[in-house]
């Protein structure tokens, strides 16, 4: 699976849109990016993933560049229940046979009131 | 929503004892997962299985860890003999690998050896 390069922290405002960047320059053809989130005592929590096309659900959006060696992850009004550690993963998706998730160190977000 | 279930929630054992904590995956999901979590490694894939069938143990300290699913609703993480650098949070996650969602975590178990 291909590395992923995450800033250590960030702060956000309350109510403001939160940009989480990822730097996924060696990412194969077939290999998704999967983002999730670890709020402090709690499991991994999946938020979105996408393979070229940007996504939205209920909780994110995700943006990918063209070529595929970035993304940012959107929250668009954080929240304090946001304050947490985000994980940018990259991996096969559909047809690997390589299932798991290798966790990198993520970006603790801060949101501030 | 459906959820990952995990038994127990904190369990403080001797140094020596034997551990074992439980899994129950969401009903369906074909795909388990046993992640440790400690300050200094982060999140660690420890085993995982598909079908039940075990795929990958290799993050595994062979020699005292073993993983098994003894049925679609259950899987279980032992350690035999523990030692006090057991200590750590220990996650379960199930999930489809055909299609291409997420996986769900547990609440975990935190463990400590003393």
């Known amino acids: 699976d291909a590395k992923t390069t995450q800033p250590p922290s960030m702060d956000c405002a309350e109510g403001r849109a939160a940009n989480l960047p990822c730097n996924h320059s060696t990412i194969s053809g077939n290999e998704y990016v999967y983002w999730y989130r670890q709020i402090h005592s709690q499991g991994p929590q999946y938020i979105i993933h996408g393979l070229k096309n940007n996504e939205t659900n209920e909780m994110a959006s995700l943006i990918i560049t063209e070529d595929r060696k970035s993304s940012t992850l959107i929250l668009p009004h954080a929240t304090l229940r946001d304050t947490a550690v985000y994980y940018c993963?990259?991996?096969?998706?559909?047809?690997?046979?390589?299932?798991?998730?290798?966790f990198g160190k993520g970006t603790l977000l801060t949101v501030n009131p | 929503d459906a959820r990952v279930t995990q038994t127990p929630r904190h369990k403080v054992t001797e140094m020596g004892q034997e551990v074992t904590m439980r899994c129950q995956p969401i009903?369906?999901?074909?795909?388990v997962f046993w992640y440790r979590q400690t300050m200094m490694q982060g999140l660690e894939l420890l085993a995982y299985?598909?079908?039940?069938?075990?795929?990958?143990d290799s993050g595994m300290p062979k020699d005292r860890f073993s993983a098994e699913m003894p049925d679609a609703t259950l899987a279980t993480l032992k350690i035999q003999p523990s030692e006090p650098r057991d200590s750590a949070v220990y996650f379960c996650?199930?999930?489809?690998?055909?299609?291409?969602?997420?996986?769900?975590f547990g609440s975990g178990t935190r463990l400590t050896v003393v």
């Open positions: 993963i990259v991996r096969v998706g559909i047809g690997g046979s390589n299932y798991k998730l290798t």
């Open positions: 299985f598909r079908n039940r069938a075990p795929l990958d």
């Open positions: 996650a199930s999930g489809l690998v055909v299609g291409e969602g997420g996986y769900t």
């Open positions: 009903l369906g999901h074909n795909t």
